[in-house]
């Protein structure tokens, strides 16, 4: 195993621009699962970000929540101010394991790991936020919803570091964070639901029930036109169009629908059939 | 030395210096080496227990900068400068509250479990927002079910000394 040590971003990014096989590692809470078993993984180039201090803070701008690229859950979790703005981050940050995780785990880390069944990559999303990315190149701002295209493909470059998430400050009028896992904590979500509702419309973001993390506009369309729906099946049909479940070894691709639809039935049931 | 093994032996240790139960230790790493691995197997302290190797049962746990973390996903290098606190640190009485609620068994979770309740003990600001089942939701135990650990740490925020330190 090879670790370069930058000191700062610059150095980080030049690291990242010289060799594109190179992996960002920051608290390890994916990439050291079974460690000692994934030989093939030892034999890679590693850029240690634990020392980029600047990435570590979360801050706030008049229409923004900023995390940085090293932000960690326990970071949002203890920020009184995050919790009463966005409070589905904290909800989803507390079930991401528990504090031996959530010390660890970062935002960023999150996003590109890129797993379907990613806990903190729906909120963010249902917040509307806004990947920024670095390199040697320059910035680039990838909207959250448009930065995955496929089961673990996502517009991130090999010389690009997720330096920002940037959130965008509005009132909301309704937010959930649902997670369905075999158990309340230490588990991976079955199913994952998150949906807010601002003035910049409905969103219904799900987890665990497609490749990726995304957005249901079938669904957000049923919201958004006061579409009458008297039964959870009511909803399978918009709910299909959406996602594209598997059965796996957590679930099967029938109970992640059925319970899709029953969790956006009653979560949302003082809306279905208003408009407005 | 053919290109194989070239890729298969790409860095020499690197140096680190931390600060490991209140001690300076110095020592060269494998880039490659977790830091549960080098608290066992390098510095002898074998109280930290390999359980999962994923993060999820929490028996490696381990204190890095006042908030437990699982050593079993710490790269060893990451580490230097900071403060590594393990389960040898802890009072012997740490266990005491543990062994009148029955909250023991088999042993291969207790020391990931009192590390995570001796954090609690003294951070008791942390009860007004979190449970303490939730705040000891990292730390299985398959002997004893969980109401005896959760009766145990609130024994052990009642103890005198609970909330003493500031990390």
Not at chain 2, 40 to 49: M, N, S
Not at chain 2, 75 to 101: H, N
Request: charged share 20%; proline share 6%; aromatic share 6%.
């Amino acid at each position: 195993m090879n670790v370069l040590l930058p000191g700062s971003l610059p150095e980080a990014l030049d690291m990242l621009a010289s060799d594109g096989a190179a992996i960002p590692i920051a608290g390890g809470t994916d990439l050291l699962v079974h460690w000692p078993v994934r030989v093939d993984a030892h034999d890679r180039t590693y850029v240690d970000l634990s020392r980029l201090d600047a990435l570590k803070p979360l801050s706030w701008t008049a229409d923004e929540l900023v995390l940085g690229g090293l932000t960690t859950y326990w970071d949002v979790i203890r920020d009184a101010r995050a919790a009463q703005e966005f409070p589905l981050l904290g909800n989803a940050a507390r079930q991401v394991g528990a504090i031996q995780i959530q010390a660890r785990g970062t935002w960023a880390g999150n996003i590109v790991n890129a797993s379907p069944a990613a806990d903190g990559v729906p909120v963010l999303m249902a917040y509307d936020a806004v990947v920024v990315l670095e390199s040697r190149r320059g910035r680039e701002q990838v909207p959250l919803d448009r930065f995955y295209s496929g089961y673990k493909e996502m517009r991130r470059h090999p010389d690009q570091l997720v330096v920002e998430i940037r959130i965008p400050r509005r009132p909301y009028s309704y937010q959930v964070f649902e997670k369905v896992g075999g158990r309340r904590a230490q588990a991976i979500a079955k199913v994952g639901l998150a949906v807010t509702r601002s003035g910049a419309g409905w969103r219904v973001v799900a987890a665990s029930v497609a490749p990726t993390i995304r957005r249901c506009p079938a669904v957000e369309r049923l919201l958004e036109t006061g579409t009458a729906i008297a039964s959870p099946e009511a909803l399978l049909p918009a709910v299909a169009r959406d996602v594209a479940p598997i059965d796996d070894i957590r679930s099967s691709a029938r109970y992640r629908t059925h319970v899709m639809a029953r969790l956006l039935y009653h979560d949302l049931r003082d809306f279905w059939g208003k408009r407005g | 030395m053919n290109g194989h093994s070239a890729i298969r032996n790409p860095q020499s240790a690197i140096p680190i210096t931390f600060t490991l139960n209140g001690k300076p230790v110095s020592l060269g790493v494998d880039p490659a080496a977790r830091l549960l691995d080098t608290l066992r197997y390098q510095l002898a302290l074998t109280g930290t227990k390999e359980g999962c190797g994923e993060g999820e049962c929490g028996a490696c746990t381990v204190y890095l900068d006042g908030v437990p973390v699982n050593s079993c996903l710490v790269p060893t290098y990451q580490v230097r400068g900071q403060r590594v606190e393990t389960v040898e640190s802890l009072e012997p009485g740490a266990l005491e509250p543990f062994e009148r609620c029955g909250a023991t068994q088999c042993g291969a979770c207790t020391p990931g479990v009192v590390m995570t309740a001796s954090w609690i003990r003294e951070h008791p600001e942390l009860l007004a927002t979190h449970s303490i089942r939730e705040l000891m939701a990292g730390n299985l135990c398959r002997c004893t079910g969980y109401d005896g650990i959760v009766d145990s740490v609130a024994e052990a925020l009642r103890e005198p000394g609970s909330g003493k330190r500031d990390t």
